[in-house]
């Protein structure tokens, strides 16, 4: 190799291209991660809105299937169900409770 030949100056500015060119490279990847990240953040935002939504109907949905005159009306109406009278409640603790009128 020939010493006289050999510019340092060349060397130089070849790293410094290389350099350059992976900075540049290095900064687009990170910007199209950056950009994916807000992507799904977005998607999982919007996704939780939804999930918000539906658990607060479904615990409307719960209250109402709930609802005491609801469940009372579905065992007069579907079961033929009705309200014990005194008269026909047995207590099977051994208490003896006294008969109405």
Not at 42 to 56: G, P, Y
């Amino acid at each position: 190799m020939n010493l006289k030949s050999y510019t340092p100056g060349a060397a130089a500015w070849i790293f410094l291209l290389s350099i350059s060119f992976i900075i540049f490279f290095g900064a687009t990847w990170i910007r199209t991660q950056c950009t994916n990240l807000n992507f799904s953040i977005s998607q999982i935002r919007t996704e939780k809105a939804r999930l918000v939504t539906q658990k607060r109907n479904l615990e409307i949905e719960q209250a109402r299937l709930r609802s005491p005159e609801r469940i009372r009306n579905l065992a007069e109406n579907r079961l033929g169900l009705s309200i014990p009278k005194p008269e026909n409640i047995i207590d099977l603790s051994g208490t003896v409770h006294e008969k109405g009128p």
